[in-house]
């Protein structure tokens, strides 16, 4: 049984399934819904109905309060109607989001190889004549096999190869999917993912000099994102600010020292935190922030950037912008909301860093 | 997918814009300059009004309706309130001072921000910074009506509410909020909008909010509870406010960084020495009470001011200069107020009372560290004293003031609570006394400021001498009535004799 869902102030009406939430029935139609951990804990998907009614699920008693379910608040990522319904969603337009309907795909496996100790590079390849239609950036939920569930990985690889996706998958001690990524998954296998997800993406319409902040394992979107912007003559400076504990970690090096070499709008700044003394390294030693701050003297006023690594660099990295002048309009994250997240206390005072 | 989209609406910042800053103009035959004469007079730069981001999207019209209905809900509760007697539902008639606490002291605080807004909304250069300045102007100027309007149901059974508009300015502890506000307005409009739409409403308004209309839950009062959420459905709107302003400052020029951070510093103790006022009645006031000020300064100041100063240090400001003093005085300031208040209770509008041991118990339940050591022997004297001798124990002195906050310097030296603070320099020729260093770090920094404030207390020496009486008449208060201990006065009496009267068979 499906109802109509219809989303304002866009007036646009999509088909909602029984037992679907509103986030899934608008995003699967392409329209995207704020929203950050997909459980009914963070309230970024609170939205108003304007017609009809909801089920609020799992919806938390702290992310939408009594009083605003009287005031026809809900979450949309909780929400489940058993009529047709009328929504409406804070949607600023964004001039630079595609309108992709995230669909289901079936892959094959078609090459894995290790990038790094902890990294391996996943290869999967869609049937002849598919696509995966993403804008650089934007990641994938990949559905793992035994009970392991579904987890995000951002896309590696250029739009342009969307017959074949290329993921990067860095062991977590413990982490039951990703050991068995790195343990059991072998060339051949059929492995299934939904997508593509995220608002991560270059702000190309701004066409301003972009700077990226990588770090771990978060090369991915970066990637993705410089090879997309090289591919379509981007001509305003690129920079790449990519740090990893060591040598060894640093995955990519020898391509984007090669990238650097050929173009002159690339630049790219490695920075290496743990790298044993007297080896023979000899680019910046230390973190990301430090390393952009260094390069950029302090200095980061008319740039877009962009940033993707673990929570304490991202931290570091937009204390170090804002220190050096851009704030919050021009910085750009991902992130991945977890429960434990949710509850931290965080003041009002920054809306999306 | 085959999915018709039909012509989208105008996007939410759009539709926003065309109703509010493209109603703006470029003046032709005058500069801008001319017309924002304050805009750059406290050193603040700004460089791109376009910049500030709307921190919300409410328009006139919208907000007429929605304010309406607020109205028309609260005047039905106020309506009902009075027709049912509702004053008789209270707790005890001892709850009363809390409330004219309340209207002298916040009340025309509500007003003085109103003016301030309007103000400061004329002074901003930025439309969208004066639309919604303007929008707030308009709030406060509801809140201080509501007040008055719910609490003049009680002015027509009970001493002590009738003169708070004269009180505002001449009494000794209504010129503590007054000077607070005094201050802000007589500040540039950037200054204002930090000391009162970012310090005043957002670190510290639930600190005032808060516990006097939980302490109306609590104690039946139904009419100030529900100005409370009347007002407090505005809140929100006026917290952003004040989060949109610092932000758009420190991101405009890097040379506003030290000037917002030094009004930071002042600001915030500004105000937590007039919120001692909102702990005293938490503590001391309320027959039932809520929760302890201690209690409260963690819960709304502490954990939240945490969390806000962790993310403006992204901008490199730190958290206020007295931040640390304040939590160890939240453990002495409304003992001292009540203590000083209960001495010099001849000159006080509302009545109070000593604590009982009950109260007692609770004070040092709530305050372990600092009560019984402290202030329960004080109290224990003070109670012995007027047991033996059956008169009133009182503090025929006057208070020295603070030249800052304009409070009696009652307070203690941080970590040394049993060292009355004597702090005085001399400047021009006179001499001026402060209760705390942050008081006397605002002075030092525009001493002309304060040099020339309008001090109750050496007024009434210079005006009244001493005839006490002829003071209280200046001050409308009405001597027997207003004043005094609660015990033994008319608002006691009538409160008990009407109660009585609603449970009586006949």
């Given amino acids: ?353 | 997918m085959d999915m018709k989209v039909p012509a989208e609406k105008l996007g939410l910042t759009e539709k926003y814009h065309l109703l509010t800053r493209d109603l703006a103009w470029d003046p032709s035959y005058r500069t801008n300059k001319e017309i924002h004469p304050y805009g750059d007079f406290e050193g603040i730069k700004i460089h791109d009004w376009d910049k500030w981001d709307d921190p919300f999207r409410m328009t006139v019209d919208s907000y007429w309706k929605y304010q309406a209905e607020k109205e028309r809900k609260y005047y039905a509760i106020i309506d009902a309130h009075a027709q049912n007697n509702g004053h008789l539902n209270i707790t005890d008639a001892r709850y009363l001072s809390a409330l004219k606490l309340f209207l002298q002291a916040i009340s025309p605080a509500e007003y003085a921000a109103h003016r301030g807004f309007a103000r400061a909304a004329r002074e901003y250069e930025g439309v969208g910074m004066a639309v919604a300045a303007e929008m707030q102007a308009i709030d406060e100027i509801r809140h201080a009506q509501t007040q008055i309007h719910g609490l003049s149901n009680y002015n027509k059974f009970y001493n002590g509410f009738h003169g708070f508009t004269t009180q505002r300015d001449r009494m000794w502890y209504g010129t503590v909020p007054r000077s607070f506000f005094d201050d802000a307005m007589s500040a540039g409009p950037f200054e204002f909008i930090i000391a009162i739409g970012f310090s005043f409403e957002y670190v510290l308004t639930n600190l005032l909010f808060v516990p006097f209309m939980s302490g109306a839950a609590y104690n039946g009062d139904l009419a100030t509870v529900t100005f409370g959420f009347s007002a407090q459905s505005d809140e929100a709107r006026h917290m952003t406010l004040g989060l949109e302003c610092i932000k758009f400052m420190l991101e405009q020029d890097p040379d506003n960084i030290p000037i917002v951070q030094a009004w930071l510093d002042k600001w915030f103790w500004r105000g937590m020495r007039l919120l001692g006022l909102v702990g005293t009645m938490m503590d001391y006031m309320l027959p039932k009470r809520v929760m302890s000020w201690q209690e409260a300064w963690k819960i709304y100041g502490e954990e939240n001011g945490e969390a806000l100063f962790r993310d403006l240090a992204r901008y490199g400001i730190r958290k206020p200069k007295g931040w640390e003093t304040a939590a160890e005085s939240a453990k002495h300031v409304p003992h001292q107020i009540m203590l000083g208040m209960y001495q010099w209770r001849f000159g006080t509008a509302f009545h109070v009372w000593p604590p009982s041991d009950e109260d007692m118990d609770w004070l040092s339940e709530k305050y372990p560290d600092t009560f019984d050591k402290y202030y329960r022997p004080r109290w224990e004297y003070i109670k012995q004293r007027e047991a033996e001798t059956g008169e009133p124990h009182l503090n025929m002195g006057l208070p020295k003031l603070c030249q800052t906050c304009q409070l009696p310097t009652w307070s203690t030296e941080p970590g040394e609570p049993e060292k009355l603070v004597q702090r005085e320099i001399e400047f021009d020729g006179e001499t001026y006394h402060f209760c705390s260093e942050g008081c006397q770090d605002i002075f030092e920094h525009e001493p002309e400021k304060y040099a020339g404030a309008w001090m109750p207390i050496q007024g009434l020496i210079r005006d009244f001498g001493e005839d006490v009486p002829g003071w209280m008449e200046w001050v409308n208060l009405i001597p027997g009535k207003d004043n005094m201990s609660y015990h033994g006065s008319e608002d006691e009496q009538n409160f008990k004799a009407w109660k009585a009267q609603t449970t009586a068979s006949s």
């Fill in chain 1, 1 to 353: 049984m499906s109802y109509e869902l219809t989303i304002e102030p866009l007036g646009v009406t999509v088909e909602i399934e029984e037992d679907q939430t509103i986030l899934d029935a608008a995003l699967r139609a392409g329209i995207y819904l704020p929203h950050a951990c997909c459980h009914g804990v963070c309230a970024t998907c609170k939205v108003t109905v304007e017609d009809g009614e909801v089920e609020h699920n799992e919806s938390s008693s702290f992310a939408l309060m009594e009083f605003e379910r009287d005031e026809g608040k809900c979450l949309a990522c909780c929400a489940t109607v058993e009529d047709d319904i009328t929504i409406s969603a804070e949607i600023e337009e964004d001039p630079d989001a595609r309108t992709i309907p995230i669909r289901d795909f079936e892959a094959t496996v078609s090459k894995i190889e290790s990038l790094t100790p902890t990294i391996k590079g996943v290869w999967l390849k869609l049937e002849d004549g598919e696509a995966f239609d993403f804008q650089a950036g934007q990641y994938v939920n990949l559905h793992l096999p035994d009970d392991i569930g579904s987890r995000a990985f951002s896309v590696a690889s250029v739009p342009t190869s969307g017959n074949e996706i290329e993921l990067n998958i860095r062991v977590v001690p413990g982490g039951a999917a990703t050991t068995y990524v790195h343990e059991n998954l072998t060339v051949g296998d059929e492995i299934k993912f939904t997508g593509p997800y995220g608002r991560f993406f270059v702000k190309k319409s701004a066409d301003m000099p972009v700077i990226f902040f990588a770090g771990g394992s978060g090369l991915s979107s970066p990637r993705s994102m410089i090879l997309d912007l090289i591919e379509e003559g981007f001509d305003k400076p690129i920079t790449l600010v990519y740090g990893q504990r060591t040598r060894d970690e640093l995955y990519y090096h020898d391509e984007f020292l090669e990238l650097a070499e050929r173009l002159p709008n690339f630049t790219y700044v490695p920075a290496l935190s743990d790298e044993a003394e007297g080896s023979d390294w000899e680019g910046a030693r230390g973190f990301v922030h430090e390393a952009a701050k260094d390069h950029f003297d302090n200095d980061f006023r008319d740039h877009k950037a962009y940033l993707c690594g673990p929570p304490a660099m991202i931290e570091a990295c937009i204390s170090t912008l804002m220190q050096g002048r851009l704030f919050e309009r021009d910085i750009y994250t991902e992130k991945f909301i977890s429960a434990a997240d949710a509850q931290q206390v965080r003041s009002p005072l920054f809306k999306s860093i």
